[in-house]
DNA sequence: GGGAATATTCCC
DNA sequence: GGGAATATTCCC
C-alpha cells in the first residue's frame, strides 16, 4: 500500500515541486524541460535531420547541433545555447553514450512512453562538503515517521521536537564559530596589510 | 600594492560570481538585470512614454504596464511578464513607492549614477552570521504547535518536519561556509608568511 | 512581497 | 560533468 507515505515524507525531506508542505503528493507533471524535449523530438518537422530518436526509441540523437541551436532550441526554450541544453540534460541524469556523436539516453525516457517522464526527477545538489550528514539525517526522518500512524503519532512527534532542539542547538554554535572565523579573518587581513606597509616603507617587520 | 592584494584573496576563497557565502568583497560588475533596467531607462526610445526616470531621477516610472511588458520587456529579458520584472525588481531590493502608480525606488539605483548600481545586490542569498528570518519562522513554528492536539496534531507534525528540514539545509549553509573560512585562512597564512619571508630576505615584496 | 522550484548562464 | 550564481516561473 503505501508507497504514497514514502513519497510524501521524501517532499517533505527534499525538495519538490511547488514548495507545499502537507499536500497530498503524487503524480505531479513531468518537468518542463523533459516534456519539451520529448515533444521536440515527436515533432520532427524536419524529418528528422536535425534531431530524431535512435533506432529502438531508447534514446535521441542530435544529428546537427548548428541548426538545433539555432532553429529547434528557440522554438521550445528561451535560448539557443547548445551547452545550456546539454546542462539541462546532465540535471536531469541523461548520459551522453557516444564519443563520435551528441546521443543521449535516460532510462525513462523512451520513445511512446510520455507518461513515464513524470519519473524522471532534477539530481538534488548535494554540496560536497559534507553530503553523509545530510543523507543520513534524511533517512533518519523517514524511518521515525513512516509508521503507521495513531500510535506512533506522538511518539515521533516526540522524536522531531528532540532532533529539532538539537539541530538548533547545533546552529547556534556553528553561527558562533563563523563569527569567530570572520574575527580571525579581520585580524589577518589588518595583520597583513601592516606587514605589507611596513615592508612598503623599509625593512622592520613584526606582526 | 595596496588593498587589491586583499580583494584578490577573498574573491579566489568563494564563489565570486554574485558574491555571497564569505562575503566581504563586492562583484566588480552590476548584475546583468541591473544594467539592462537602468540601460532601459537611458534608452527611452520612446520619449518616455512608455517608461522613463521620475522627475529627480531618483527612481523610475513604469507607465504603461501592457506596452512595457510587449515591447519592451522582450528587449532586455528573456521574457514579457510584468510580474517576472516586479519579482526581480524585489529580489534587488526597489520598493514600490506609490500605490497609485509604477513607480520605483532603490537607493542605489539613480539617474546619472550607473557606476552606483555595482552597491547593489541581490537580497536573498546573503547569510549573514545570524539570519532574522530563520529566527522568526522558528518562533512562529513553535508557537504553532503547542496547540490542541487531535486536529491540529498532523498539522504541527508538518510544520517541525518542515523546520525540521529547513534547520537541515540550513546547517549545511553554515558548514560550508566554515569550510571556507577554514581554507580562507590557510591562504591568508600562507601570504603572511609569505610576505614576511620576502620581507626577511631583503626588500621587494609581493604576495 | 517573497520562498522556492526550475531554467539559463558562467565557470572550473 | 557539474557547482553555483542569476533569471524566470509558480505559488502562497
Known amino acids: 500500500m503505501d508507497s504514497s507515505n514514502v513519497l510524501e515524507l521524501n517532499l517533505g525531506v527534499g525538495n519538490n515541486g511547488g514548495g507545499q508542505v502537507g499536500q497530498s503528493v503524487r503524480p505531479r507533471c513531468p518537468a518542463p524541460f523533459l516534456l519539451k524535449t520529448y515533444d521536440l523530438l515527436e515533432e ?17 540523437i542530435v544529428w546537427s547541433p548548428a541548426e538545433f541551436s539555432d532553429l529547434t532550441l ?4 528561451k535560448h539557443n545555447n547548445f551547452s545550456s541544453f546539454i546542462r539541462q540534460l546532465n540535471t536531469y541524469g541523461f548520459k551522453k553514450i557516444s564519443s563520435k556523436r551528441w546521443e543521449f539516453k535516460h532510462e525513462k525516457f523512451q520513445r ?3 507518461d513515464m517522464l513524470v519519473e524522471i526527477t532534477r539530481k538534488k545538489c548535494e554540496p560536497s562538503v559534507f553530503p553523509s550528514y545530510l543523507k543520513s539525517s534524511s533517512e533518519e526522518n523517514a524511518i521515525t515517521s513512516n509508521n503507521s500512524m495513531e500510535e506512533n503519532n506522538n511518539n515521533s512527534h516526540q522524536l522531531l521536537m528532540e532532533e529539532n532542539k538539537n539541530l ?3 546552529r547556534l554554535e556553528l553561527q558562533m564559530q563563523i563569527a569567530e572565523f570572520k574575527s580571525l579573518e579581520m585580524k589577518l587581513l589588518e ?10 616603507n623599509k625593512s622592520r617587520g613584526q606582526c
Open 112 to 114: 511512446g512512453c510520455r
Open 191 to 200: 595583520c597583513l596589510s601592516q606587514v605589507m606597509d611596513n615592508h612598503q
Open 168 to 170: 538548533k542547538k547545533e
Open 74 to 77: 528557440p522554438r521550445f526554450f
Open 44 to 60: 520532427s518537422g524536419n524529418g528528422g535531420k536535425i534531431v530524431s530518436w535512435n533506432g529502438d526509441g531508447s534514446g535521441f
